[in-house]
């Protein structure tokens, strides 16, 4: 079984500074996919950015980056230029990928609340 | 193209009753997956389906809750029996077949909150 695991409850960044979010996971699986989700306070889930294992580069979607240490099983968020709308509760996310398609559990971590002060 | 959606957003219930909770996948999806989310907690994975098939249940509770998907109409999370533990935010996510293009990224309906009274 997978586990993901979420150390920082809560994370508070000034506008317009970056912020980084930590996430480790733990699996036997060598062939997988990665997630960071947002849940602002409307509290849908938004896909922020996605990560294909058997990549080496790290995944950028704009403002949003991850740093993804295979070995070490660790997969930081990191945010550039914080702004008021992405404070949130960000969920990194963990599905396998079987054979050449992916299978649809995702297990998330506990989540991190991350506040943006202006 | 609408997104997931669920119904109700809100539903109260006493101990007891009865829930039931809708989710209608993306137009084109065919694969539904059901969440929980307890207070201050993550996303629990409860159930995996495909039109009239339960893929993975593997996170269902043994007792009271059972899933479906149907040929026609959407899928279908119900409750039996309510206690105030099941009290919680119910997602719904959809995703095209496995093995097509984008078949890793599931697409979350905005959720039911269910309370227990």
């Known amino acids: 079984a997978q586990t993901v695991t979420q150390s920082q409850p809560e994370m508070s960044v000034q506008e317009a500074e970056t912020v980084t979010l930590s996430c480790t996971y733990d699996?036997?699986?060598?062939?997988?996919?990665l997630f960071w989700y947002k849940q602002p306070p409307s509290r849908q889930m938004i896909l922020v950015i996605r990560?294909?294992?058997?990549?080496?580069q790290n995944a950028t979607e704009n403002r949003f980056s991850v740093n993804f240490q295979k070995a070490a099983k660790s997969f930081s968020l990191k945010i550039s230029d914080s702004q008021l709308g992405d404070t949130a509760m960000y969920f990194c996310?963990?599905?396998?990928?079987?054979?050449?398609?992916?299978?649809?559990?995702?297990?998330f971590g506990q989540g991190t609340i991350l506040t943006v002060h202006p | 193209n609408a997104g997931v959606m669920q119904n109700p957003r809100h539903l109260v219930r006493r101990r007891g009753q009865e829930a039931r909770l809708r989710c209608s996948p993306m137009?084109?999806?065919?694969?539904v997956y059901w969440y929980r989310q307890l207070p201050e907690e993550g996303l629990k994975f409860m159930v995996y389906?495909?039109?009239?098939?339960?893929?993975?249940e593997s996170g269902m509770p043994k007792e009271r809750f059972s899933a479906e998907f149907p040929k026609e109409g959407p899928s279908i999370l119900r409750i039996q029996q309510v206690v105030r533990g099941d009290s919680a935010a119910y997602f719904c996510?959809?995703?095209?077949?496995?093995?097509?293009?984008?078949?890793?990224?599931?697409?979350f309906g905005p959720g039911t909150r269910l309370t227990v009274l």
């Open positions: 990560q294909e294992a058997y990549k080496q």
């Open positions: 996510a959809s995703s095209p077949l496995p093995g097509l293009a984008g078949d890793n990224e599931q697409f």
């Open positions: 137009k084109g999806h065919s694969h």
């Open positions: 389906l495909q039109k009239e098939n339960i893929i993975d």
């Open positions: 996310a963990f599905m396998k990928r079987t054979g050449g398609t992916s299978y649809g559990k995702l297990t």
């Open positions: 699996t036997s699986e060598n062939n997988y996919y």
